[in-house]
């Protein structure tokens, strides 16, 4: 694309408050412009780094890789952070387009023969450059990324790697899109009291509020958002309704047509196991853990497999309890898909004496986002402060200045907390500009890191506040503890800032941040009813704690099974029918008719919208036996707040990045690396003579 137009300044230069972008001075047509720029800038400082006569050194090498392609990286965070969190047809055919674009630029760079030879004699020399460790890490991953990327290929095998990545570029955009377009085109209008019965209030108000954003003027409508999927599964009383909306959920995807994502499936699957083949690996799999703390796939399927044998035999005993409530309704029918989560609430209410409708009003998402801050206030010394008036990406998006206890700027925070059409669903953590140290070209000696949060929460109705489910609230703490990762760094290169570890340890801070949300005196000062203001009654917030498990065995095979099936496609290699492999896997395992994995393979976006989790969904489950652990450290002091062991938390895990191997840092946090046994125990999973053993 050739123009004499000038890109939009505001793209690369940040001059809003306190170096935020200018959000309201960026449009949609101005992010092709705005790449052909940064792309060719960005070539530029490659072919003069990769040219240098002088002898590569670590800074005229490794530090200006480091820095280079800044205004690449402000356009792209601009323009991906709209495309998740609120695109348009502009945006999307833009994605289609630079997707491959970037790709094949990445590809042209890890390729660049006299670049690597500059890395790789640094690498060969390492001992002699007197680097320091995070140094050392730096190196060793620019090192390997080239490595990865194809660098000791043949002409010929780079270039198909590079037609490969490209491919797979496009593939993992258009399957995102697809799910998207999956979710926007279906709803369930309602209108007659039957077919409410048994929504609460604040399942109706966020139906009605749904409704008039897709512009019903009158009536209800269930949408696949899980904010209201969920509940409507759980409360509806209507099976008719249930299994209607549940087909709709699970067929996204998989619907014929153009959103259908299984040719995308199945040409990814091939394309990875023969990428994988290219670089030297039996398969998909034992490529992308190569760099993990799992290392192998059998290390993955041995943990996979140990909770699998648990959590079915906790779920079909839980089967069994709500088939009992079936019967005593007079009904005949097995528990199906579409039944569990209407009947696993009912049990609930029985066993507990309270229902996710008499919790909700008491959990505030105001209160809840008051929680997480206090919670950090308390562990790390850190405040948030909240700043109107300051434009960002959608008006939904509130801005916050995170500081210590000194008043000093450490971070910057946004939060954007509300479902909508033009948002992706799911939750999660990005940065629009990660923590450094290096002196950068515009003279700013590093930069602050600029963290957001996305969720998917029902939006309420105008003058009502917005409540959440018990798993709401921890999908919020969930992603401020990825926030907190970003925000804490304290790191000098950015390649190893905040997030930037293996994608096995990434998932440790935010699981281990979701066990402050149900410490009691944290429910007790947050947990208020939103017409009150009264706390939580002591017993009803007991009855909570005392149902942390129930249902796990559920959570457990919707999660393992889905980890099975990605493993199964990426040890395996290319496929005909990626539906039959999933069959065959889960026949295989024995998975209750009455559960589907909760990501099945035509909407499995953790694995096929870019490759982030592929051969890797595992990585929850293996941070979860670190954080089980970890917060048994501050559970052993008696105080779950320790500010000796909080220091350790943040000065070991959170603050240092990937600048040291992950369990140098954990083993440095709690002095061992764990078993999966603290993992089980709080799932509820361990059977009685393990528990007995851990105690002893």
Same mark, same amino acid.
């Given at each position: 694309?050739?123009?004499n137009?000038?890109?939009? =300044?505001?793209?690369?230069?940040w001059?809003g408050?306190h170096?935020l972008?200018?959000f309201?001075?960026?449009?949609?047509?101005?992010?092709?412009?705005?790449?052909d720029?940064?792309?060719?800038a960005?070539?530029?400082?490659?072919d003069?780094?990769?040219?240098?006569?002088?002898e590569p050194?670590?800074?005229n090498t490794?530090?200006?890789l480091?820095?280079?392609?800044?205004e690449?990286?402000?356009?792209?965070?601009?323009?991906?952070?709209?495309a998740?969190?609120?695109?348009?047809a502009d945006i999307?055919?833009?994605?289609r387009e630079?997707a491959?674009?970037?790709?094949?630029?990445y590809?042209?760079?890890?390729?660049?023969?006299?670049?690597?030879?500059?890395?790789?004699?640094?690498?060969?020399g390492?001992?002699?450059?007197g680097l320091?460790?995070?140094e050392?890490r730096?190196?060793?991953?620019?090192?390997?990324?080239?490595v990865?990327?194809?660098?000791k290929?043949?002409?010929a095998?780079?270039?198909?790697?590079?037609?490969?990545?490209?491919k797979?570029?496009?593939?993992?955009?258009?399957?995102?899109?697809n799910?998207?377009?999956?979710e926007?085109?279906?709803?369930?209008?309602l209108?007659?009291?039957?077919?409410l019965?048994?929504?609460?209030?604040?399942?109706?108000d966020?139906?009605?509020?749904?409704a008039?954003e897709r512009?019903?003027?009158?009536?209800?409508?269930?949408t696949l958002?899980?904010?209201?999927?969920?509940?409507?599964?759980?409360?509806?009383?209507?099976?008719?309704?249930?299994?209607?909306a549940?087909?709709?959920?699970?067929a996204?995807?998989?619907?014929g047509?153009?959103?259908?994502n299984l040719?995308?499936?199945?040409?990814t699957?091939a394309?990875?196991?023969?990428?994988?083949?290219?670089?030297?690996?039996e398969?998909?799999?034992?490529y992308k853990?190569?760099?993990?703390m799992?290392?192998t796939a059998?290390a993955?399927?041995t943990?996979?497999?140990?909770?699998?044998?648990?959590a079915?035999?906790k779920?079909?005993?839980?089967?069994?309890?709500?088939?009992?409530?079936i019967?005593e309704?007079?009904?005949?029918h097995?528990v199906?898909?579409?039944?569990?989560?209407?009947?696993?609430e009912?049990l609930?209410e029985?066993?507990?004496s309270?229902s996710?409708?008499e919790?909700?009003?008491?959990?505030?998402?105001?209160k809840?986002?008051?929680?997480?801050?206090?919670?950090?206030?308390r562990?790390f010394?850190?405040?948030a402060v909240?700043?109107?008036g300051?434009?960002?990406y959608?008006?939904?998006v509130?801005v916050?200045?995170?500081r210590?206890?000194?008043?000093?700027?450490?971070a910057?925070?946004m939060?954007d907390?509300? #479902?909508?059409?033009?948002?992706?669903?799911?939750?999660?953590?990005?940065?629009f500009?990660s923590?450094?140290?290096?002196?950068m070209?515009?003279?700013?000696?590093?930069?602050?890191?600029?963290i957001y949060?996305?969720?998917?929460?029902a939006k309420?109705?105008?003058g009502?506040?917005?409540?959440l489910?018990?798993d709401d609230?921890?999908?919020l703490?969930?992603?401020?503890g990825?926030?907190l990762?970003g925000?804490?760094?304290d790191?000098?290169? =950015?390649?190893?800032?905040?997030?930037?570890?293996?994608?096995?340890f990434?998932e440790?801070?935010?699981?281990?941040y979701?066990?402050?949300?149900?410490?009691p005196?944290?429910?007790?000062?947050?947990?208020v009813?939103?017409e009150t203001?009264?706390?939580m009654?002591?017993?009803l917030?007991?009855?909570?704690?005392?149902?942390?498990?129930?249902?796990?065995?559920?959570?457990?095979?919707?999660?393992?099974?889905?980890?099975?099936?990605?493993?199964a496609?990426h040890?395996?290699?290319a496929?005909?029918?990626?539906?039959?492999?999933q069959?065959?896997v889960?026949?295989?395992?024995?998975?209750?008719?009455?559960?589907?994995?909760?990501?099945?393979?035509p909407?499995?976006q953790?694995?096929?919208?870019?490759d982030?989790?592929?051969?890797?969904?595992?990585?929850?489950m293996?941070?979860?036996v670190?954080?089980?652990?970890?917060?048994s450290?501050?559970?052993?002091?008696g105080?779950?707040?320790? =500010?000796?062991? #909080?220091?350790?938390?943040?000065n070991?895990?959170?603050s240092?990045?990937?600048?040291?191997d992950?369990e140098d840092?954990?083993?440095?946090?709690r002095?061992?690396?764990?078993?999966?046994?603290?993992?089980?125990?709080?799932?509820g999973?361990?059977?009685?003579e393990e528990l007995a053993?851990?105690?002893?």
């Open positions: 694309m050739s123009s137009l000038s890109p939009n =300044p505001a793209l690369v230069q001059n408050h170096g972008p200018r309201d001075q960026v449009k949609d047509e101005d992010f092709a412009l705005g790449f720029a940064a792309l060719a960005h070539e530029a400082e490659i003069a780094i990769a040219g240098n006569p002088e050194t670590f800074a490794v530090v200006a480091e820095v280079a392609g800044d690449l990286s402000r356009v792209s965070a601009l323009f991906w952070g709209k998740g969190a609120h695109t348009n999307q055919a833009l994605e630079i491959p674009k970037l790709s094949r630029h590809s042209k760079i890890g390729m660049n023969a006299a670049l690597f030879a500059r890395i790789d004699r640094l690498w060969e390492r001992q002699d450059l320091m460790v995070e050392e730096v190196l060793e991953r620019h090192w390997k990324g080239f990865r990327a194809g660098a290929l043949p002409n095998e780079q270039e198909r790697l590079a037609d490969i990545n490209e797979l570029a496009g593939l993992g955009a258009r399957f995102g899109q799910v998207l377009g999956d926007k085109s279906w709803s369930l209008k209108f007659a009291e039957a077919e019965d048994g929504l609460p209030p604040f399942l109706r966020a139906m009605a509020a749904a008039r512009g019903e003027e009158d009536g209800y409508v269930v958002s899980r904010s209201i999927i969920e509940p409507f599964l759980t409360f509806s009383t209507r099976r008719d309704l249930r299994e209607q549940f087909k709709a959920w699970v996204r995807g998989a619907n047509g153009e959103t259908d040719a995308i499936v199945r040409e699957l394309l990875r196991a023969e990428k994988a083949r290219l670089l030297g690996y398969n998909f799999a034992a853990l190569d760099n993990t799992a290392k059998d993955v399927n943990l996979l497999r140990q909770v699998w044998e648990k079915r035999a779920a079909l005993e839980e089967e069994a309890s709500l088939g009992g409530l019967a309704e007079g009904k005949n097995q199906m898909p579409w039944d569990w989560r209407h009947y696993a009912k609930r029985r066993t507990f309270f996710e409708s919790l909700k009003p008491y959990l505030q998402l105001e809840v986002i008051e929680a997480c801050f206090d919670v950090a206030g562990l010394g850190i405040g909240e700043v109107k300051v434009a960002a959608h008006p939904d509130r916050f200045e995170i210590d206890r000194e008043g000093v700027l450490k910057l925070f939060g907390y509300f #479902a909508r059409s033009s948002k992706r669903s799911g939750a999660w953590m990005n940065s500009q923590q450094h140290k290096l002196p070209k515009n003279g700013a000696k590093g930069e602050l890191a600029i949060n996305v969720c998917n929460f309420p109705a105008e009502k506040p917005a409540l489910s018990l609230a921890r999908t703490f969930h992603e401020f990825h926030a990762h925000m804490l760094s790191v000098t290169y =950015p390649s190893v800032s905040g997030t930037g570890v293996s994608r096995d990434v440790l801070p935010s699981q281990l979701e066990h402050w949300l149900t410490v005196e944290i429910l007790e000062k947050y947990a009813h939103y203001g009264k706390p009654p002591k017993a917030l007991d009855k909570v704690l005392a149902a942390r498990t129930f249902n796990a065995g559920f959570a457990t095979v919707e999660f393992t099974s889905s980890a099975l099936v990605d493993m496609f040890t395996r290699g496929v005909e029918d990626p539906m039959t492999v069959k065959e889960l026949d295989g395992i024995g998975m209750p008719a009455s559960i589907v994995m909760r990501h099945a393979t909407h499995f953790h694995v096929f919208s870019g982030g989790y592929s051969a890797g969904y595992y990585s929850y293996w941070s979860e670190l954080d089980a652990d970890a917060f450290a501050f559970e052993e002091t105080n779950v707040f320790d =500010p000796v062991m #909080a220091r350790k938390l943040k070991n895990i959170y240092v990045g990937g600048s040291i992950p840092t954990y083993k440095a946090f002095g061992k690396l764990p078993d999966p046994q603290a993992m089980l125990r709080k799932k999973l361990a059977m009685a053993g851990s105690d002893a």
